[in-house]
């Protein structure tokens, strides 16, 4: 069974930095890209950031772009979100997701979903 | 970056009826697009990707069309356990993108 577990969300103030995490397990992780999307409350999704399967290749949303660093650790099957400068409209809960596609670079539909990890930026 | 536009915001509808979904592409992105489902409180699960094909779990009673920017989910008769939202994803190109989702509620 796929399962998916992200931990590191919390309070945080504006400015500040945050680093979430995501622990794999039931795939074998080191075949497919990985992603986090994240939904603000009561808001629609959005993709923040994507990793391919060997760390090659990564993609940020624009909103992000300079801000938030993705990374991955296939000996460890987990996935980190090193987020800088969070501002409040980064609140948010923050899924990590698991890329459909494999022996793609990055696929990009998502097949798997974490229950999230919830980011609250406030001061 | 893709934008996509999806219509109606609300479909109310109900059970036993038929539910059409439009997700539109700011440009052409192939058949490069995904449905999701999500329920309150539940994280979003994939429904359709690549335009028609069917995601594990779900029955017949769903179905994808289109390509190029115009695109349509399909469900043939609504059951109560389909009234969720509904959101469209391109994999086109990066940035990834999502719809603001369509929420398909009970009449």
């Known amino acids: 069974e796929v399962q998916l577990v992200e931990s590191g969300g919390g309070l945080v103030q504006p400015g500040r930095s945050l680093r979430l995490s995501c622990s794999a397990s039931?795939?074998?992780?080191?075949?497919?890209?990985m992603h986090w999307v994240r939904q603000a409350p009561g808001k629609g999704l959005e993709w923040v950031s994507g990793?391919?399967?060997?760390?090659?290749?990564?993609g940020y949303a624009d909103f992000v772009k300079g801000r938030f660093s993705i990374s991955r650790d296939n000996a460890k099957n987990s996935l980190y979100l090193q987020m800088n400068s969070l501002s409040t409209e980064d609140t948010a809960l923050y899924y990590c997701?698991?890329?459909?596609?494999?022996?793609?670079?990055?696929?990009?539909?998502?097949?798997?979903w974490g229950q999230g990890t919830l980011v609250t930026v406030s001061s | 970056e893709i934008v996509l536009t999806q219509s109606p915001a609300t479909l109310s509808l109900s059970p036993g009826e038929r539910a059409t979904l439009s997700c539109r592409a700011s440009?052409?992105?192939?058949?490069?697009l995904a449905w999701y489902q999500q329920k309150p409180g539940q994280a979003p699960r994939l429904l359709i990707y690549?335009?028609?094909n069917r995601a594990t779990g779900f029955p017949a009673t769903f179905s994808g069309s289109g390509s190029g920017t115009d695109f349509t989910l399909t469900i043939s008769s609504l059951e109560p356990e389909d009234f969720a939202v509904y959101y469209c994803?391109?994999?086109?190109?990066?940035?990834?993108?999502f719809g603001p989702g369509t929420k398909v509620d009970i009449k």
């Open positions: 997701v698991k890329d459909l596609f494999t022996s793609i670079a990055v696929g990009g539909s998502f097949d798997y």
């Open positions: 039931g795939f074998t992780f080191d075949d497919y890209a």
């Open positions: 990793i391919s399967w060997n760390s090659g290749s990564t």
């Open positions: 440009q052409s992105i192939g058949t490069y």
């Open positions: 690549d335009a028609s």
């Open positions: 994803q391109q994999r086109d190109s990066w940035p990834f993108t």
